[in-house]
């Protein structure tokens, strides 16, 4: 495991190397179509925000982990993260979803909800918003999980126990109790993946303000990302350094610090792994 000295870039520390930040690099630059507002065309908002997405989570977590895009727009990393979470808002909520084509057929605003993927680019523009201290973005997004969301697989294999951590923790955070809130919280604690068990021992820890405890729960929780989800085996085309940036440790540290627990120290290898822009 490399350590990080004065003169090592986070991402090194982590254990990436140069080739798979430019094999990123050059992959944003060629996806990369400008800044441009959403279309016009109802029909062209999802891949529209494919292409933000693909960009901007590229180049918002490499500028995280201390490398910079030579591009004359892609430089300025931190406009990249708000430009994902302009988008994101404007995908979940925006007008385009009040009627538009979706697998041939004419859907609203409704049903909308229940087919169109959501768990990829809510946890990114979130972490961002969090982390950028954007925290009117941040409510907005938080409006959007709820029991009756489709279990969303992502671009990250994320399971039902994944889909309920996301939906329960927005619910807590958006102060409500009850027998859905309660059912999703019960399905983490009977199922056996290690991934939202985790986070929501931490979340129970910010919810409960104990400083200690939740130091502890999400100490481990990065422990266990950083063992089982940066994958640093060799790849053909460059290892995925967006995964150097861990979203959900990022958003409940980025939680703790708006509730007033303050920056939770956690070890210099953990920190490498949380987003502060």
Known sequence: MAEQTP?????????????????????????FQGWNGPPQVPEDVWHWLFNVYSVASRTFAMGVLGYTIEHPVLRDWREAGRQLVTATVHFFFGPWREKFLWGGKLIDREQARAKLPWICYYRNA??????????????????????????????????AEDNAYQIWLAMRLRGESGSEVDAR?????????????????????????????????????????????????????????????????????????????????????????????
């Open 126 to 159: 979130l972490m961002i918003a969090l982390s950028s201290s954007d925290w009117n973005s941040a409510d907005r997004l938080l409006e959007w999980p709820g029991p009756d969301l489709n279990d969303d697989e992502g671009f990250d294999d994320h399971t």
């Open 7 to 31: 003169q090592t870039a986070p991402w090194e520390a982590l254990g990436f190397e140069k080739r798979d930040l430019d094999e990123s690099e050059e992959r944003a630059i060629v996806i």
């Open 185 to 277: 919280r019960d399905l983490m604690a009977r199922r056996s993946r290690q991934r939202p068990k985790l986070l929501a021992v931490a979340a129970d820890a910010l919810f409960a303000a104990e400083p200690d405890l939740f130091v502890k729960t999400l100490s481990d929780y990065l422990k266990y990302y950083r063992k089982r989800e940066i994958d640093l085996r060799p790849k053909p085309y460059g290892r995925p350094v967006r995964e150097g940036i861990s979203l959900d440790g990022t958003v409940l540290w980025h939680l703790a610090r708006r509730r007033g627990l303050g920056e939770i120290p956690l070890s210099a290898d953990e920190m490498l792994m949380i987003a502060r822009p």
